[in-house]
């Protein structure tokens, strides 16, 4: 019964293939923990990590939930305290089978709606107004006519955290 196996060319070729796929898969010479990125900041290897920006590089880094994240975006997700933060997704090890959901924090709920009426902000307070995310340039009162997105000199929009909203 095992002769009829190779004695038909086709068989031949199947058989190779069937060998090549077992070591890309069957033979595990890798484990999914090979697969972890470091954390940018600890360095310790991680099957999940935060894709975001940290400081005034504006460069992309990669840091981990459990320690590095809480401290550079203070805990929530959006990041309102930390200047630089910005959200860029979440990077998993797909041999490792885990699930990468966005970190659990509070969504943004620093940041208040631009109020017209004699409110008082200064510069790099942040505001949401028409769905966007605003920073106030200049120290100022608000009035009505002193809104995101008319008056420029004192509002300009978050563009980094606008386009990951
Ligand atoms: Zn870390």
């Not at 095992?2 to 031949?12: G, H, I, V, Y």
């Not at 994240?69 to 203070?74: A, Q």
């Not at 200047?83 to 860029?88: A, D, E």
């Not at 109020?115 to 008082?120: D, E, I, K, L, V």
Request: aromatic residues 10%; proline residues 4%.
């Amino acid at each position: 019964m095992f002769n009829k196996m190779t004695t038909s060319k086709s068989d031949t070729t199947t058989g190779s293939l069937r060998s090549l796929k077992s070591i890309d898969t069957g033979k595990r010479s890798k484990s999914p923990s090979s697969y972890r990125k470091k954390c940018d900041l600890c360095h310790t290897p991680s099957d999940v990590l935060v894709r975001c920006r940290i400081d005034d590089t504006l460069n992309w880094h990669f840091v981990c939930t459990s320690k590095c994240w809480k401290e550079v975006s203070g805990g929530v997700v959006d990041g309102p305290d930390k200047p630089y933060y910005v959200y860029g997704g979440m990077w998993k090890n797909k041999h490792a089978g885990v699930s990468a959901k966005k970190p659990k924090g509070k969504t943004g709920v620093h940041i208040e709606d631009w109020n017209a009426y004699n409110t008082r902000y200064v510069t790099n307070d942040k505001v949401r107004y028409s769905g966007r995310i605003w920073v106030c340039r200049k120290s100022h009162q608000s009035s009505e006519t002193k809104y995101p997105g008319v008056d420029y000199a004192l509002w300009k929009e978050d563009e980094q955290r606008n386009r990951v909203i």
